[in-house]
């Protein structure tokens, strides 16, 4: 019998971790619907984030391409894929004739990067206040609407698609792209916990409400306030990981 188990809802299907006193043996449901085109590579990365963040995988632990192949049945190509994105994410590293190995950031590192994202995000907002077009402003409002329907269906995941959709079109608008370019790098840095935090209760709404607060201050053209609601906004997902941490932790015990 394993020792416990962990129930994980993926970015579109439903991953049964089995774990037993010797190791990990995972039971991946990699079945999807035809119309979800979500390579394999990155629902087995969702897995494995999850896998580092319910502490089923220690800092230091390596990665094995073959033994994990093995555990969601599938062949090395798409594990490989996968532990690339754990690697461009910074939650891996890759050492060179050693193979890849779990790094999770410390809190201290993680409440700076939150922090950093939350200035850049900022300063996105103030200058797209200036510059966005009609046509961005209609995508903003667009992809609002996708994250109300996610929120009628809980599906935190499909929220999370359109919150990065919704981020990426006021990086573009800020009409910097330098500064877009290191936005959309930090982005992807946090891109696993900024998905995860949706998952605390009640979350998704307050994220949808801030969401409000941002499309009408752009809308009105008023840069400060602009820069505060995302200043915000991204701020309160650093203070929300640290108990969502705590609580997916708990529940893997």
Known sequence: MPSSWVSIQTLASR???????NGIV???????????DIRHADRIADALEELVFTGQFNDGDRLDEIRLAKQFGVSRTP????????VASGIAEQLPRRGVFVRQPGPVELMEMFETMAEIEGVCGRL??????????????????????????????????????????????????YLAGQA???????????????????????SMAEHEEIVASLKAGDAPRAANALRDHVGIQGEKFR????ELRTAAQ
Not at 79 to 86: D, K, N, S, T
Not at 243 to 246: F, N, R, S, V
Request: aromatic share 8%; charged share 25%.
């Open 243 to 246: 108990h969502l941490m705590t």
């Open 79 to 86: 594990i490989r894929e996968a532990l690339q994105r754990l």
């Open 128 to 177: 797209a206040a200036l510059r966005i077009s009609d046509a961005a402003l209609a995508e903003l409002e667009g992809a609002n609407a996708r994250c109300r329907d996610a929120i009628a269906s809980q599906d935190t995941d499909g929220y999370y698609r359109e919150n990065e959709h919704f981020h990426h079109t006021i990086y573009a608008q800020s009409g910097n792209s």
């Open 15 to 21: 991953v049964n971790i089995f774990v037993y006193n």
């Open 26 to 36: 995972a039971c991946a449901n990699l079945s999807y619907s035809s119309h979800m």
């Open 184 to 206: 959309l790098r930090l982005h992807r840095r946090l891109k696993p916990f900024r998905r995860l935090q949706l998952r605390l209760r009640g979350r998704m709404a307050q």
